[in-house]
């Protein structure tokens, strides 16, 4: 069973910055293309970014593209995501996510979620 782990949310003002760490309790985490979506209240959740297995891939949603960067480390069994210059609409719970498969920026094709870390940006 994959575990994933999502810390580092936070209180941040508008143009700061938080990382997300994403642990994966797994020994498969270097077969799985794993992926950041997010939560605002009231809202579906929507596709953040994705990172391939060895992370020579990568795909962003067009608002936090040039802003986040999605980032991993095998050998820690560890996903990031560095969010600079963030905006009162970064606000909402962020999950990580995993699948083994190929990158998809669609949430329901991923069947191991974290329990999410929610990210406060005020204006």
């Known amino acids: 069973q994959e575990r994933l782990e999502e810390s580092g949310g936070g209180w941040v003002q508008a143009g700061g910055s938080l990382r997300l760490t994403c642990a994966a309790r797994?020994?498969?985490?270097?077969?799985?293309?794993m992926g950041w979506f997010r939560q605002a209240p009231g809202k579906e959740r929507e596709f953040v970014a994705t990172?391939?297995?060895?992370?020579?891939?990568?795909n962003y949603a067009d608002s936090v593209k040039g802003r986040f960067t999605i980032s991993r480390d095998n050998a820690k069994n560890t996903l990031y995501l560095q969010m600079n210059n963030l905006r009162p609409e970064d606000t909402a719970v962020y999950y990580c996510?995993?699948?083994?498969?190929?990158?998809?920026?669609?949430?329901?094709?991923?069947?191991?979620w974290g329990q999410g870390t929610p990210v406060t940006v005020s204006s």
């Open positions: 996510a995993g699948r083994f498969a190929s990158i998809s920026s669609y949430y329901h094709e991923y069947p191991y």
């Open positions: 797994t020994l498969s985490f270097n077969s799985l293309a």
């Open positions: 990172i391939s297995q060895t992370g020579g891939s990568d």
